[in-house]
């Protein structure tokens, strides 16, 4: 699993939202059925990306094997995000 935490700017959030359904439908339409964004609770505009893989090579994948479109949307998504930036966290689960 694969985490992306971080706050946005308040006065973007609407426009963050929309790219966030726009990155999901897209990242559905490439077969990467395991993308969700939650939001905190209690923690308004502060959301979290969890990239959920079935292999190490999948996982590798994410970044390796990007089209145009899917770094032109995670660019956009980047600047919404306030001074603090983003938080990368990878786990493997324990079997």
Sequence with gaps: MFTISYSIQPDQRES?????RELKEHFKSLGRQNYSV?????????FTEVFVTESIEEFDALEDN?????????????GFVDQAGMKYSTMIEVE
């Excluded at 939650?38 to 502060?46: D, I, M, Q, S, T």
């Design 38 to 46: 939650y939001e905190a609770k209690g923690r308004k505009n502060h």
């Design 16 to 20: 963050y939202l929309q790219l966030i």
């Design 66 to 78: 990007q089209d145009e479109k899917t770094q032109d949307l995670i660019q956009r998504l980047e």
